[in-house]
């Protein structure tokens, strides 16, 4: 006896004209987890608004960038990747997401985990690399630090956030540092012991001449 | 006060260290007068970025990784992760396992709920008691520790099961040290009934409606305080909770008495299903004894932490690693209902209500 309206799968065809890609499962509890790609990601605000409207609840937003299909066979890319890239030998389909968003390995996937009354709806909004993506905030107020973790997480654009300062990281940090590798070193600040020792000196010369 | 008498207006720095937690929130509280009128939170102060570390750990390895993520909810985060991974393999738990995994959940929340009330009453400055109740609590500690011979990460979670067994001795143990704590929590409903200093600081304290509790997004006791009837136990049975004789409670006022009354009614309630667990108790294995490789897909899990919904997302693929893990523990929401919470209370009253949310910075920040 699923908690979700019967005629979710409609209901959600209606708000999303592009296209949805539905399925559910339920578990030996009685539980449903439903899953629902969008085929447009523009679609998004109106499929949170039938949401809003059946009570249901953000439970959580996930980002991630999947990364790219493993190719069949060969993997002769490895060395050629700086000039030749962008028109390798035979123009390789790229596989796409459900709604054409290319899986490069740079797209975003963006989850949105909803709650209704103990069932799980998932809604799935793909993202190419250097998109945006509409705010859910002025619907559900707790989405707020979820887009605001996701723009410093990646490189995500949230658009219309009422509030969208930094979450976790410092201003100083530049954003998508999920999609970045920074070296351990780096990151502590201390390259080398001999580089932060350099650092404390030219910094304490630079107060001695002031 | 100046001179035609309206208070003057501060902005008062609170954190990031010691707002009655031993962990750092930084707050910036505008006030008039005594009265707060605006609050902003500066997150981040432990930002350790475990998310990350995780797709660079196999599987197995993260189980004891997640369960690093927080100490009060240690037991958790790898039974919701467990719980993910097990869906995406299709693994079925054994019976005996996940009745254990009941018992392992359930302590830690008596823990976990005793040594949040414990707190309440020393921020209202009644130390004697307050040091009673700890001692309550060490009896609970006292169990975990001998039970799976570590007082807060107790590593009883295994993806297919538990990592621990329980003998005719120790459920007579566990029994007994139940049959301790019950009473002294009666003991300290009945106090924070009737303490006039209790009630005095909690009573009316730090008030979330049913409206707000709802436009944040709450879950645990500080949403059930608040009259959202809502517990995952319950909504979404996972373990073995479908077959026990589970009981949600809750309040209607949304003060930091309600909040801490539900995690003291909840304590007896686990005592109770802890009860039955060791009764019903099956027999079999407590594992499924293999660590099968996990196929690609994806899955979400929750759990029902001491402080609310816990949620995972997990995205695997062809390698040990996982692609993807996502969680959100209960506190991420919290912190909003906290400024929602210090509208119009007094300065002296802000570490009661920040404790009133049972923070818990080491997960909301990862």
């Known amino acids: 006896m699923s908690r979700l309206p019967e005629d979710l799968k409609v209901r959600l065809d209606a708000v999303a004209p592009a296209g949805i890609e539905f399925s559910s499962t339920v578990d030996a509890n009685g539980v449903t ?13 109106s499929v949170g608004q039938l949401i809003h409207e059946l009570g249901g609840r953000l439970a959580m937003i996930t980002c991630t960038q999947p990364s790219a299909p493993e190719e069949e066979e060969e993997d002769e890319d490895e060395e050629a990747e700086e000039g030749a890239e962008a028109k390798a030998a035979e123009p390789k389909e790229t ?3 459900f709604g054409g968003t290319p899986l490069d390995g740079t797209s975003y996937e ?8 103990g069932d799980a709806l998932t809604v799935i909004a793909y993202v190419p690399q250097g998109g945006s993506i509409a705010s859910l905030t002025p619907l559900f107020r707790n989405a707020d630090w979820h887009e605001r973790e996701m723009m410093e997480l990646y490189a995500v654009v949230v658009t219309e956030h009422p509030d969208p300062r930094r979450l976790f990281l410092d201003q100083s940090v530049d954003n998508a540092v999920l999609e970045r590798l920074i070296p351990f070193s780096t990151l502590v600040n201390a390259a080398s012991t001999k580089g932060l020792w350099e650092r404390v000196l030219s ?8 | 006060m100046s001179s035609n008498n309206v208070p003057e207006t501060f902005s008062i720095p609170v954190g990031p260290l010691h707002v009655a937690l031993e962990e750092p929130m930084y707050f910036k509280i505008d006030v008039q007068g005594e009265t707060v009128t605006h609050v902003d939170i500066n997150a981040g102060h432990v930002h350790r970025g475990i998310e990350y570390l995780t797709t660079k750990r196999t599987m197995y390895q993260n189980v004891v990784l997640t369960e690093r993520i927080c100490s009060l909810c240690s037991n958790s985060h790898p039974q919701t992760f467990a719980m993910a991974a097990e869906q995406i ?24 709920h005793l040594f949040n009330t414990a707190l309440l009453v020393h921020l209202t400055g009644y130390e004697t008691y307050f040091m009673h109740m700890m001692q309550v609590r060490e009896i609970c500690q006292d169990t975990i520790e001998s039970i799976f011979g570590n007082r807060q990460d107790i590593g009883a979670m295994c993806i297919g099961g538990v990592r621990y067994d329980l003998d005719e001795k120790s459920i007579a143990y566990i029994l007994s040290q139940l049959d301790r704590i019950e009473p002294e929590v ?6 924070y009934k009737s303490n006039g200093s209790i009630l005095r600081r909690t009573k009316g304290v730090g008030v979330l409606t049913h409206a707000d509790a709802i436009a944040t997004g709450v879950v645990g006791p500080v949403a059930r305080a608040s009259g959202v009837d809502y517990d995952v136990r319950r909504e979404a049975p996972y373990a073995a909770y479908d077959r026990l004789p589970l009981v949600v409670h809750g309040a209607t006022d949304g003060d930091v008495w309600s909040r801490a009354m539900v995690r003291l009614q909840e304590t007896l309630t686990s005592i109770d299903l802890l009860r039955v667990c060791l009764r019903d108790l099956p027999g079999g294995a407590v594992n499924i004894n293999d660590r099968p490789d996990i196929p690609p897909g994806q899955a979400i899990a929750r759990c029902e932490a001491p402080r609310g919904e816990v949620l995972y997302y997990l995205r695997t693929n062809d390698t040990p690693q996982p692609e993807r893990v996502k969680w959100r523990v209960p506190t991420f929401m919290n912190w909003d209902a906290v400024c929602f919470m210090m509208q119009g209370a007094k300065v002296a009253d802000i570490a009661i209500i920040v404790n009133s949310i049972d923070p818990c910075l080491s997960c909301t920040e990862r």
């Open chain 1, 33 to 45: 987890v439903a899953w629902a790609g969008l085929a447009n990601h523009g679609d998004l605000k």
């Open chain 1, 95 to 97: 596989p796409k997401s």
């Open chain 1, 110 to 117: 963006i989850d949105y985990h909803f709650d209704i009354g």
């Open chain 1, 203 to 210: 910094n304490a010369n630079k107060k001695g001449a002031a």
């Open chain 2, 89 to 112: 393999a299709g693994i079925e738990v054994p019976e005996r396992g996940i009745y254990l995994r009941v018992v392992a959940d359930e302590l830690k929340r008596v823990a976990s």
């Open chain 2, 186 to 191: 009666h003991d300290i409903i009945k106090t």
